[in-house]
């Protein structure tokens, strides 16, 4: 089975794409092009950080350069909790992971069948314990729907000194039946950028 778990664009967002109407012609034929002109901001829905999202932990990574099999079909354990409020601890991921991390990606349902949105901003997350066991597993990506606290105390800071690259705003984690998934991020290649919205595919095996 396989579960999408992207975050649609807003209609804000939807609301400032233009169209532009581009008539085709030759003796054979005659049709209208539909030509959209798209405002992108790379925190639009769903979307991939690689280190570079921090200027100080920029290792040159961009999505334009990233190897497209590190994000294909990987490898990926699936932990589910079900919290609202506080902090994650270290022993609650690896208790609800039954052991150590043995693929090098992480799904991360924190909030149970809670969408961010649904709560209070920041009202999870993930404390230094936390990053630290996330860091020492090895993996290199994770998709999560907590990450910082309200004190801002450094966690994506962290997990890009360590070269994690992150997923933020995942949505229906909560339909993820199986401990583990092969995990598909897919985005576009723009250069420069270091940020990018991205779509999330989990395969269920």
Not at 20 to 36: C, I, W
Not at 136 to 151: H, K, M, Q, T
């Amino acid at each position: 089975m396989l579960h999408d778990l992207t975050c649609h664009f807003s209609a804000e967002h939807a609301d400032k794409i233009s169209l532009r109407r581009v008539p085709l012609k030759s003796q054979k034929t005659a049709y209208t092009g539909m030509v959209f002109d798209l405002p992108l901001n790379s925190m639009d829905g769903s979307y991939i950080d690689f280190p570079g999202h921090i200027a100080e932990t920029d290792d040159g990574q961009r999505a334009d350069t990233v190897p497209a099999e590190n994000f294909y079909r990987v490898p990926c354990t699936v932990i589910h909790l079900n919290r609202q409020s506080g902090p994650v601890s270290a022993e609650e991921l690896a208790t609800a992971a039954g052991g150590p991390l043995v693929t090098p990606a992480l799904l991360l349902n924190a909030l149970g069948n809670y969408e961010d949105y649904q709560l209070p901003c920041r009202s999870t997350w993930l404390d230094d314990s936390a990053v630290a066991w996330l860091i020492n597993s090895g993996i290199r990506l994770l998709v999560s729907d907590i990450y910082e606290s309200p004190a801002l105390e450094g966690v994506f800071l962290k997990l890009f000194q360590a070269k994690i690259c992150t997923v933020c705003e995942p949505r229906r984690m909560a339909s993820v039946r199986g401990s583990q998934v092969l995990l598909t991020i897919s985005f576009l290649r723009i250069p420069v950028v270091t940020q990018i919205p991205c779509q999330i595919l989990a395969e269920e095996i």
